[in-house]
């Protein structure tokens, strides 16, 4: 645990008087050591802390959200974060509220698992250094958030800030766990919801565009801009401003579809980009820019990166896709760094639940045992 007093400066000591386990929905009285500034963004802050009961069992570390209470989209993240349960899911373990000495604002805290990174710090290292992403690792993430989302998904969850940021790993293990769910919502249908969510280079072309009908198929998008990154080492589409956005898109994508553009929203009387910006097919513009991802993995993105959100695969469906065949065929990788190999994460251990959801897709999904071989 750190102790430099550098850090101690801004972090605190106080007590809780109703610290709420998630698990078993018990509220007791805990002390809480933070000793470590994780984030801080529009929502609020985010530090690394220890909870105690007695000052002898110390539970932790936990990364401790913290935000305004009594908003609307607040208490939704608390929400959320109550009923899921997933591999792949960042786990809330604890929550409670505390007035901040400093302001004297009522406060909601949320205690969640502490994984070492992100995924945005992983991408960093390897491009910092001019090193690729080793595809093995880009095939590992990216089947777990596709895990991720088929269960969010399934539940009605819309992610709606999907970037590598908000995607923790533990590069050791190669386990990976969505988190940050502030943007979150559980989408209803026929219900609009605001267009302006999802940070702009990650963002959607529906969205760009003003759709306020959307589906959960945002977050697919979100996910093929996640592979596209792991691929090359910066983010793919960096429009300097929304509209631009979505230049950045057709240059790749060719110009967006009449019909698209009147679906995602009639009104729409921005730019439409509708001379070609480029050359060639979009295949070929695919397999220069992500020419390391082999054909399947530029299948993949092609089938990800469309236009028309239905036409975007489901989360079943990619995670069946032949890009991730060797996953199911070999059990091995090498954590960065190492010499030696280790076991995958379980990525098959698929709950009830999640079998019911992958429906026909499971026998295509999980690798084949001796026995059916």
């Not at 690394?48 to 935000?67: N, S």
């Not at 991720?148 to 009605?156: P, Q, R």
């Not at 091995?332 to 190492?338: I, L, M």
Request: glycine share 6%; net charge neutral.
């Amino acid at each position: 645990m750190s102790n430099s007093s550098g850090l101690n400066s801004s972090c605190e000591e106080f007590i809780a008087d109703d610290v709420t386990s998630n698990r078993s929905n018990n509220t007791r009285r805990m002390l809480i050591k933070e000793y470590r500034k994780i984030g801080h963004g529009a929502f609020g802050t985010v530090v690394q802390a220890y909870l105690t009961q007695d000052k002898e069992q110390w539970y932790g570390p936990f990364a401790i959200k913290r935000v305004p209470a009594q908003t609307e989209y607040k208490s939704r993240e608390l929400q959320i974060l109550r009923i899921t349960n997933h591999p792949n899911i960042v786990k809330l373990e604890y929550f409670f509220t505390h007035t901040s000495p400093l302001d004297r604002k009522v406060y909601q805290h949320l205690a969640m698992e502490c994984l070492p990174g992100t995924l945005q710090m992983e991408i960093s290292r390897y491009s910092n250094n001019n090193l690729q992403l080793p595809i093995k690792h880009v095939k590992l993430y990216s089947y777990q958030i596709a895990r991720g989302m088929l269960y969010l998904h399934a539940l009605g969850i819309c992610h709606r800030d999907i970037k590598p940021s908000n995607i923790l790993v533990d590069p050791s293990s190669g386990v990976l766990k969505i988190c940050d769910f502030g943007s979150a919502k559980k989408l209803e249908h026929n219900q609009p919801s605001i267009s302006y969510i999802c940070s702009r280079f990650y963002r959607a072309p529906e969205l760009i565009i003003g759709s306020t009908q959307y589906t959960t198929q945002i977050d697919i998008w979100g996910l093929g801009c996640v592979i596209g990154e792991m691929l090359i080492g910066k983010a793919v589409f960096q429009g300097q401003e929304p509209l631009l956005q979505l230049r950045e898109i057709a240059k790749l994508l060719g110009p967006p579809d009449k019909k698209f553009i009147f679906f995602s929203n009639p009104a729409y009387d921005g730019p439409l980009f509708s001379k070609p910006l480029f050359s060639g097919s979009p295949q070929s513009r695919f397999e220069k820019h992500f020419g390391h991802a082999g054909p399947d993995g530029i299948d993949l993105l092609m089938k990800v990166l469309v236009y028309e959100p239905q036409s975007r695969l489901s989360p079943r469906r990619i995670l069946a896709h032949q890009f991730f065949d060797d996953l199911r065929k070999e059990e091995y990788f090498f954590p960065r760094g190492e010499t030696q190999p280790i076991r995958l994460p379980h990525l098959f251990d698929f709950s009830e639940f999640e079998s019911q959801v992958l429906g026909e897709f499971v026998t295509k999904i999980k690798p084949e045992t001796e026995e059916d071989s």
